[in-house]
Structure formats: C-alpha cells, structure tokens
C-alpha cells in the first residue's frame, strides 16, 4: 500500500511538472500543421522524451546523490558542459517567463477589455512584486493540480463536444510536420522533474521506472485529447492562447471558464518558473536577492517592450532550441556514463539504433528552429 502512495506521489510530480502553460499554445500550432500531423509529431515526441526520461533516471539512479541535471553533467561531462547547461537552463527560463507575460495579456484582455501590451505590463509588475516578497508556490500540491487539470480538460470536452467537427481533424501534411515540434517538446520537457522522483522514491527506487513511464504518458495524452477539442471546435480559427478562441466559439460561460483555467495555468507557472531562476542567482551564484529579482524580471520586460510578443513562438523556439539541446546534452551524459557509484534498479541498452533516432529527430528540430529564426 505504502509503495502505491509513493508511485503516486511520483508519478504528480513528473505531471504536475510536465503540464503547464504549455498546453494552450500546442491547439494553435497544431491547426496550423493540421490535426493528424500534429498526432504524428505528438507520438514521435512522445517517445523521445520517454527514452530522455528513461535515461536522466538511470543517470540520477547511478549516483548517490541527489542533483539536478548541471551536477550530473558536471559529474560525467565536466564543468564546461555543465555551464552550456547551465545556461541553455537559464535561457528556456527567460522565454518561458516571457511568453506567460504575452500571454497573460491577451487572456487579461479578453475579460476585462483594455490593451494586451498594457495588461501583459500590469501582470508582471503585480506578479513580480509577488516574486520579490517571497511567494513561493514551488511547494504546491502536485497531486492536488494534476487532478483539477484532468478534471477541467474532462469538462471543457462535455461543454464543447457538440460543437467538435471532424472535418477540422481529418487534416495532414508531411511538408508542415516541423510546424507544432517545438510547442510539443516545450510542453514534453517533465525531465526537470527526475532528481525530485528519485528523492521521494528513496528507498524504493525499483518502482522509478514504472513511475516515469506513467508520469510520461499521461501528460501526451491530456495533450491529444485537449488538442482534438480545440481543433475540433475551432479548426484554423484556433487562436495562439488555445482557451480564448474556444470560448468565443462555443459561448459566453466558455469565455469565462476558458480563460480563467489559462490565467491560472500561466499564472501559477510563471510564479514557479520566476521562483526557480532567482533562486539560482542567489543559490548557485550568490548573486544577493534584489539583484537577483531584477536579472529575473529585467530580460522578459526589455524583450516584450523590444517588441517580442507572439507567444506561440516563443514557446516553439524556446522548445526546439533549448529544449532541443538539453535532451542531447542528457544523450551524451548518458553515453558517457561507464563508472557508477551504485547500481541502477534498471538499465537502457546502450543500443544505437535506439540512440540515434532520438538524436536525429532532435537535431533536425533544432536544425530548423535555427534556420527559421
């Protein structure tokens, strides 16, 4: 019984960590694409980040600490690697902060009226006040988030399942299969999760492959079924935060609970995400707390008032490009695991034919990624 509990408890976390805002940008870009390419693109994904998965927790299963993924490059790569690391970490923070920014502004807009630009600057003054007093809600109940989140997609579906048509999903096309990977890879990125997992199974690390399995397949799942309501209801009128085209398509409660449930997402991932990035300028660089608040906060502000504002791509580009590069960072860390401080309570073949696949797809995202900036 007390194993279930802990499987459980792991198993939210890698959720709870996996899903977040992610999930509104991935209807846009997938309308785009089509539905049925972005099934495809959704799949392969799927097992690409299960084997990064797969490998981080045999990597963290290895050693006999606990940390995060720089102190096991650090560990098997060297230090350089673990400053590329470091900073690829650094970078996906800042577009991720920047892309809840613009879309907290156009969801603000839709409830309360005025200016997307002006609402996006008043959620991060009030937001960023929160984060410099202190609100932390990194402790948050995982469990507790990962069961509203399935229960607010299960209710969406039954108010908006009369308003689905097929002929918005009965769409593909090889030529735009790049067009949803990087929204896909930037709401599959959960491996952040792992040395948290690996800490709450201590003791009971048997059940840590089992765990990542499920913790990996429920968030693509909640991600297809989300996607063919969206697409379904709103075809290539799906807007770029998915909930506020599928409101004014289905009605005015849509509207409200649609954007409510987005606000919230955003909201409570930019807190979380905010959190994290100062806390590694105080915590790993020993940068002191106000100046650490202002190198968090200052990057996202100067790029939207530069004029960065579309959210899908930013967090298309933040997926394939860092995202990208860490999940090939985690390969090679993997590869060059050959002394282990322990043993692992299980084992990936270091076979290239599993390897290589994962490898080519990523770089061929981050190939074109780059070559569309």
Request: charged share 10%; with cysteine; net charge positive.
């Amino acid at each position: 019984m007390k194993d279930k509990i802990f499987a459980i408890e792991a198993v939210a976390i890698i959720v709870g960590t996996t899903v977040g805002a992610g999930i509104l940008a991935l209807p846009y870009v997938i309308a785009q694409a089509g539905f049925l390419t972005g099934l495809v693109v959704i799949v392969v994904v799927a097992a690409v980040m299960l084997l990064i998965n797969l490998m981080l927790g045999e990597i963290s299963l290895s050693s006999r600490g606990i940390n995060q993924l720089p102190g096991y490059v650090a560990s098997y790569l060297g230090r350089r690697a673990m400053w590329t690391t470091l900073i690829l970490q650094v970078l996906a923070l800042y577009g991720s902060l920047l892309a809840y920014v613009i879309g907290e502004g156009y969801v603000l807009t839709d409830l309360f009226g005025g200016r997307p630009y002006v609402n996006s600057l008043l959620f991060l003054g009030i937001s960023g006040g929160l984060l410099y007093f202190g609100l932390n809600i990194v402790k948050r109940l995982e469990l507790l988030l990962t069961l509203v989140i399935f229960a607010i997609v299960a209710a969406v579906y039954i108010i908006t399942r009369a308003h689905i048509q097929t002929i918005n999903l009965n769409v593909f096309s090889w030529t735009s299969l790049l067009v949803p990977y990087g929204a896909i890879i930037f709401a599959s990125m959960g491996f952040s999760s792992i040395p948290q997992v690996r800490e709450v199974l201590l003791g009971r690390e048997r059940l840590m492959r089992r765990c990542l399995i499920i913790g990996t397949a429920l968030p693509i799942l909640l991600y297809i079924i989300f996607a063919l309501i969206v697409v379904g209801v709103s075809g290539l009128a799906t807007t770029e935060v998915a909930t506020i085209g599928l409101g004014h398509m289905v009605g005015p409660s849509m509207i409200i609970f649609g954007n409510v449930f987005a606000f919230i997402t955003m909201a409570t991932s930019f807190l979380t995400l905010g959190m994290a990035l100062l806390k590694t300028y105080q915590q790993d660089l020993k940068i002191h707390h106000t100046m650490a608040w202002i190198l968090t906060l200052v990057v996202p502000l100067i790029l939207f008032v530069l004029g960065v504002q579309s959210f899908s791509m930013i967090v298309s580009l933040i997926g394939a490009v860092a995202g990208g590069a860490l999940c090939l960072i985690i390969i090679l860390t993997f590869v060059r695991v050959k002394q282990r401080l322990r043993s692992p309570e299980y084992r990936i073949t270091k076979n290239w034919w599993i390897i290589v696949p994962g490898v080519a797809v990523l770089l061929i995202g981050l190939i074109h990624a780059i070559i569309t900036l």
